[in-house]
C-alpha cells in the first residue's frame, strides 16, 4: 500500500503560480518509478499532464507545456509540480500516482484559477 499526499494548492488569478508537492510514503521505491501529476476538471476525463521518468526525462500535456514544470526530489521521496502562467481551464483537482497508476489515490489538492 502507498500513501499520496498532495498539497499546494488553492486560488489564483489568471497569470499566476502555485508549486504543488506530492509526498509518497508505503511500499514502493519511489526513485524506480515514473511519476505523474493529473488532473481533473469538473465533469471531465482524469488527465496526465506531467510525467517524469526515473532517470528525469519528462513529457508534458501541449495544453501545460512551456508554463508547468514537473521535478523530484527522491532523497524526500517527494514529487513537484511548478504551475505557471495559469488559465482558467487549469482548474481542477491535482493528482499524483506512478504511471501505470496504483488502485491507491490520494485526496488531491484543488486549483482554481479565476479573476
Known amino acids: 500500500q502507498v500513501q499520496l499526499v498532495e498539497s499546494g494548492g488553492g486560488s489564483v488569478q489568471p497569470g499566476g503560480s502555485l508549486r504543488l508537492s506530492c509526498a509518497a510514503s508505503?511500499?514502493?521505491?519511489?526513485?524506480?518509478?515514473?511519476w505523474a501529476w493529473y488532473r481533473q476538471a469538473p465533469g471531465k476525463q482524469r488527465e496526465a499532464v506531467a510525467v517524469?521518468?526515473?532517470?528525469?526525462?519528462?513529457n508534458y500535456a501541449n495544453s501545460v507545456k512551456g508554463r508547468f514544470t514537473i521535478s523530484r526530489d527522491n532523497a524526500k521521496k517527494t514529487v513537484y509540480l511548478q504551475m505557471n502562467s495559469l488559465k482558467p481551464e487549469d482548474t481542477g483537482v491535482y493528482y499524483c500516482n506512478k504511471i501505470p497508476s496504483l488502485d491507491y489515490w490520494g485526496q488531491g489538492t484543488q486549483v482554481t484559477v479565476s479573476s
Open positions: 508505503g511500499s514502493i521505491d519511489s526513485i524506480y518509478v515514473t
Open positions: 517524469i521518468t526515473p532517470g528525469g526525462t519528462t
